[in-house]
Each structure stands twice: as structure tokens, then as C-alpha cells.
């Protein structure tokens, strides 16, 4: 069973920084995409970044560019997304997600439960 | 970057009732697109794959259609249980975007 379990949220300043983190199981993990996804509160989703199977390519929003780094370890299993210099509107539930063997054609087929992320100060 | 535009916002429907979405993306994004129902308190699950795969153990009564920039989302004949949002979300190429949502409520 694929088990996707996100921890690392919390309550934070803004300006300051938080790491995020996502232990996979049940699946082969270097052989996939991960990704997060983030839902803040009473909106919609939003694709936050992905990164390939062996960490060369990643893709970030705009929104996140230049202050959030995703990053992965395959000899532990896990994700990673470390946030720096938070905005009140980084406050949002951030979800660990797995693609789909072909992404670009299928897109996601699991998700985690998700860890709550509060910037305020 | 691709926008993905999700219409209705909102609708009210009744059991039974047939509906439909419609996402359109500002450039052909060939079948490069998914949809996602969301229950509060829930993770998003998906429902269809690659615009009209219906993703295992999902009922018949979902179907995708669509290619390039128009898609959309038919559910035939609503049921209690698929009171909730639904998003699209293309994944063409970096950065993958989210249609804004459409949440169905019972009228």
C-alpha cells in the first residue's frame, strides 16, 4: 500500500524559515516524480514544485521560486521541501504527492494527508 | 506558462442531475490533463487520467473528453456523494497548473 506521510508543519514568523518533510513507502521511490501540492485556506489547489526521480530536473511556482528548495533522498525514502523567507501567503495544508509512472500523460495517483503550514507573526 | 480556466466556479445541482465542467487552457496542452475531486477534511482523489481514462474503482458515471485546449467533466447522473470540488490540473510541462475549482452543491 503506498503511504505518503508529510510532517515538519507548524507555526512560523514571517521571514523565517521551515522544512517540510515526506516519508514514502509502499512503492519503489527512485523510480518516480514527486511533487507538492498546497491548499490555502477557503482556496483552490496549487502546484508548488516537482522534482524527477533522480533530482535533475525540478520545477518551481512562481509564487516560490527563488525561496522554496525541493530536494530528495532515495536511500531514505524521502521527500523534502525546505522554505525560506515565509509570507503570511505561504500559509496554507502542503501535500506530498506521487506522479504517475508517465507524469506528462497521467499526472498524480497519490497523495498524503498533508502538514499545515502558519506564517504569522 | 499555461493558465487553465475552470468553469462553473460553483453550481447547485439535484440528485440525479447531470453536470458538466469545462477547463480550457490558453495552449494546446494535447491530453496532458487530469481531474481531481476534493472533500473537505480529504485528500484530492483522482478521478480521470490523461482527459478520459477513468482511473480505477472510480464509477462509470465520471467521464473526461477533450484534446488541445478544451476539456471537460461529466458526471451523467449525481449522487450524494459527489457533492464536493473538482479541479483540473494540466501537467504538459513545468510549472503544472490547477484550474481555480468547481464546487457542486446540492440545490
Not at chain 2, 50 to 63: I, K
Amino acid at each position: 500500500e503506498v503511504q505518503l506521510v508529510e510532517s515538519g508543519g507548524g507555526l512560523a514568523q514571517p521571514g523565517r524559515s521551515l522544512r517540510l518533510s515526506c516519508a514514502a513507502s509502499g512503492f519503489t521511490f527512485d523510480d518516480y516524480t514527486m511533487h507538492w501540492v498546497r491548499q490555502a485556506p477557503g482556496k483552490g489547489l496549487e502546484w508548488v514544485s516537482g522534482i524527477s526521480w533522480n533530482s535533475r530536473a525540478i520545477g518551481y511556482a512562481d509564487s516560490v521560486k527563488g525561496r522554496f528548495t525541493t530536494s530528495r533522498d532515495n536511500a531514505k525514502n524521502s521527500l523534502y521541501l525546505q522554505m525560506s523567507s515565509l509570507r503570511p501567503d505561504d500559509t496554507a495544508l502542503y501535500y506530498c504527492v506521487k506522479a504517475s509512472r508517465d507524469q506528462q500523460l497521467e499526472g498524480y495517483d497519490y497523495w498524503g494527508q498533508g502538514t499545515q503550514v502558519t506564517v504569522s507573526s | 506558462d499555461i493558465q487553465m480556466t475552470q468553469s462553473p466556479s460553483s453550481l447547485s445541482a439535484s440528485v440525479g442531475d447531470r453536470v458538466t465542467i469545462t477547463c480550457r487552457a490558453n495552449e494546446g496542452i494535447k491530453n496532458n490533463l487530469s481531474w481531481y475531486q476534493k472533500k473537505p477534511g480529504e485528500a484530492p482523489k483522482r478521478l480521470i487520467y490523461t482527459a478520459y481514462h477513468l482511473q480505477s474503482g472510480v464509477p462509470s458515471r465520471f467521464s473526461g473528453s477533450g484534446y488541445g485546449t478544451v476539456f471537460t467533466l461529466t458526471i451523467s447522473s449525481l449522487q450524494p456523494e459527489d457533492f464536493a470540488t473538482y479541479y483540473c490540473l494540466q501537467h504538459s510541462g513545468y510549472p503544472w497548473t490547477f484550474g481555480q475549482g468547481t464546487k457542486v452543491e446540492i440545490k
